[in-house]
Structures are given as structure tokens and as C-alpha cells.
């Protein structure tokens, strides 16, 4: 007998039909002898609506109500995938955060899983019945609800697997597993079969939809299997595992790009000790996250250009910021929002020499100019011009023979 988690993405519960196909799913691996945990996002596109409700009553729409309002979706989506079960003579039953109940801590929106009572899904589970978890929320300990992020209900599943120690964690999504690229955008793109828990989190922090990057990073500190597979097929999906259970045949395992980046270039800025940090502190401050920087020091010494990349949804913000520190002096500042990010990822670039010089090679050759530059032991990022991001995942995509 093997105890799973199971859980289904918004496009999989995205209707009637899909949810009691997926409770079909659920059955077979009931009606198989395994012990089954199920989690549930909300149905395709209710969190989208619910905001947009938000949004037309006010702008600032106070994040607690946002946090009742928003986990609501899944709280529909687990009780109709409870009853589908049960129409299909399997004992189910829904149960909500705070009967568990799951414990978070950390802000409205973006709060995290620090604990779990075990006891009533472990009795439940001893009775021979499937319980249905709402993924993306919890409890604080003053008794408030909490939801942990987009995406939270990947988070929900895994630290579900750690707490009650499964065998495995399948996530149910509308694609087949993980690809070598958007297959929607490069359809010569090829599923990747095994897939390192770093790689994978490196992917999906570049913008790979696929699951969420704290999923990931939890299911590699406790190196819980994890499998991604599609609701609508019966092949196999993607394995998410340790570094060591692969066999690598390619330098790089994937390429990524995501369109969400703003950078920002100050130009004269005073050189001299602590000025970076006086620039970075605000932007902290307010949750700003800076990724690329790129200094350049003047002839003579005394003026740099500083250039960072941020999201592009808190370009306004930063830009502001900027404009109100009085500890700073520069003679201009430029944004510019129409960039993208492009990154080669793969585990096999540690002890391969020349990734670096390919890749800007190949862009070269396409008369791609690069904007700045980030790596890592398994990664190589640029920022480039927006209109030619796919341009750019192409030819990386052949340069490095992943078609």
C-alpha cells in the first residue's frame, strides 16, 4: 500500500466535466489499494474574478477580506470534488483549514505552512476515506484566515507530503510535464523526462508556470518525489528528483524567459562607499526585489552608471523612491519596461566549460544585444529587448540542441 498526495491545478478542476474527471483519477488510485490525500486549487480563472471584484470596490482593499475572499475558490472546488467522489461510491469528505487545522504564520497574502495537525486526516484516512484538502490557505494562530501566494496550492500539497511522510506527490496539470521550453511558444520543445529539484527551481523562478518555486525548494530540503503529469493524458509526466538519480546526456536542461522585468539605470551616480546600499535600502524596505546589477565606473573615478533589473510591477514604486532618497545624487535615471529575461538552465553546466560563450555567441549571430547579465552554478540570465524574446529562446533552444 502507498500513501500519495494528489493535487489538481485550476485547469484541471476548470469545470463540472474536469472535476468529475478528475475524481475518476482519484478513484483508480483508491480502487488501486493506495492511501490518498487529495489537494485542490481553485477552478480556472475564480481567483482572477474574485480580485477583480476586489478591485471595483476599492483599490485598497484591506488584505485580511482579501485573504477570506480569495481562499473561497478553493474551498468550492474541494466540496464539489468530495461530492463527485462520493457519487462515484467513494467514501470523501472536504476539509476546510481551521478543522485540521493548518497553521501559518507571516503576513496576509503571502503567509507560510509552519505546522499541521495530523490526527483527524489520519483517522479519517484509517476509515477508508479520501480527504480533500483546499490548497493555498491556513490558519494563523490568533485565528485568522491566511492565504500563502499564487500558486500556494502546489506549497499546500508538499508540505502536506513532509507532514504526513507519503510516498509520493503527483501534481495534476493541463500540460504533460515539464518541457525543454514554452511548448506553446517553440513547439519543437521536448518534455523533460527526470529533472533535478535545483533545476526545477531555477526554472520556475525564471517564469516557468509549471509549480510554484517554494514547492519545489520545501520538496528539496526534505527530498520529497514529485512527479508532474497531465490530467487529460495517461503518458508519463516529469520526475522531479535528486541530483544524483540523473544521468545527464545534455549541458543544458532547459531555456526560459519571462516578460515581467523592468530595468532601471542610473547615470552619475557619486561613487563612493555605501552609495548602493543607500540606493537598495528603500526598495527593501518596501519588498522590491532587485535581481541584476550592473555597475560601470567612470574614467575618472568619481561617477558610476548603476543599472538593476526589478519586476516590472514595482517599476513605479521603485522609480518614486529613487526620486524621494535624499542620500543619493545622480544626473539621470532611465526606465525601461520593455525588456525580458532569457536563461539557460542545466545542472551539467558545473563541469562544462564555454556555456557562457555559446550562448552569447548565438545571440550575437541573431544581433541580439545584451542588456545585463546573472548566473549561477547552473544558470546563465540576460536581459535583452522584449520583441526579441522568442527570436532569442529559438535559437538558444537549437544552439544548445534541445529541439
Known amino acids: ?82 461530492g463527485a467522489l462520493n457519487s462515484l ?9 481551521w478543522q485540521i487545522p493548518i497553521i501559518t504564520e507571516g503576513e496576509h497574502s503571502n503567509a507560510r505552512i509552519v505546522n499541521m495537525n495530523i490526527d483527524i486526516i489520519n483517522k479519517y484516512l484509517k476509515q477508508g476515506g479520501v480527504p480533500v484538502i483546499p490548497g493555498f490557505q491556513g490558519i494563523s494562530k490568533s485565528g485568522e484566515i491566511t492565504s500563502i501566494g499564487r500558486g500556494g496550492s502546489d506549497a499546500t500539497a508538499v508540505a ?36 533535478s529539484y535545483e533545476e526545477m527551481l531555477e526554472l520556475s523562478s525564471l517564469g516557468t508556470k509549471v509549480m510554484q518555486s517554494s514547492a519545489v525548494q520545501t520538496a528539496m530540503m526534505y527530498d520529497i518525489p514529485l512527479q508532474v503529469k497531465s490530467t487529460f493524458t ?14 545527464y546526456s545534455k549541458v543544458v536542461t532547459g531555456v526560459a524567459y519571462s516578460k515581467d522585468d523592468a530595468k532601471i539605470t542610473l547615470i552619475g551616480v557619486e561613487d563612493k562607499p555605501g552609495v548602493a546600499a543607500d540606493i537598495f535600502e528603500p526598495l527593501s524596505k518596501n519588498e522590491i526585489n532587485v535581481d541584476m546589477v550592473i555597475q560601470n565606473i567612470s574614467a575618472d573615478g568619481k561617477k558610476t552608471d548603476l543599472t538593476f533589473t526589478i519586476k516590472r510591477q514595482d517599476k513605479n514604486t521603485a522609480a518614486s523612491l529613487i526620486k524621494e532618497n535624499k542620500k543619493i545624487k545622480y544626473q539621470n535615471m532611465q526606465l525601461n519596461d520593455k525588456v525580458s529575461k532569457v536563461s539557460v538552465v542545466g545542472a551539467g553546466m ?53 529541439d
Open 160 to 195: 502536506i507530503a513532509k507532514i504526513f511522510n507519503t510516498d509520493s506527490c503527483e501534481i495534476y496539470t493541463d500540460v504533460e510535464g515539464v518541457y525543454s521550453s514554452d511548448p506553446n511558444k517553440i513547439p519543437v520543445a521536448k518534455k523533460i523526462n527526470k529533472i
Open 350 to 402: 558545473v563541469a562544462t566549460p564555454g556555456v557562457t560563450h555559446k550562448m552569447f555567441r548565438s545571440l550575437a549571430e541573431e544581433k541580439i544585444n545584451i542588456l545585463a547579465i546573472s548566473t549561477s552554478e547552473i544558470k546563465v540570465s540576460v536581459i535583452i529587448d522584449e520583441d526579441m524574446t522568442i527570436q532569442a529562446v529559438k535559437k538558444l533552444h537549437k544552439a544548445f540542441k534541445l
Open 1 to 82: 500500500m502507498v500513501k500519495k498526495v494528489l493535487k489538481f491545478g485550476g485547469t484541471s478542476v476548470g469545470s463540472v466535466d474536469r472535476i468529475v474527471h478528475a475524481a475518476k483519477i482519484i478513484k483508480k488510485e483508491f480502487d488501486s489499494g493506495n492511501k490518498v490525500i487529495v489537494v485542490v486549487s481553485a477552478m480556472a480563472g475564480t481567483t482572477n474574478n474574485l480580485i477583480a471584484h476586489a478591485e471595483k470596490i476599492s483599490k485598497k482593499f484591506s488584505k485580511r477580506e482579501l485573504d477570506v475572499l480569495l481562499t473561497s475558490g478553493e474551498q468550492v472546488t474541494s466540496a464539489l470534488i468530495s
Open 89 to 97: 461510491s467513494v467514501k470523501s469528505k472536504s476539509f476546510m483549514n
Open 234 to 247: 495517461d503518458r508519463e509526466g516529469t520526475e522531479i528528483l535528486n541530483q544524483d538519480k540523473i544521468d
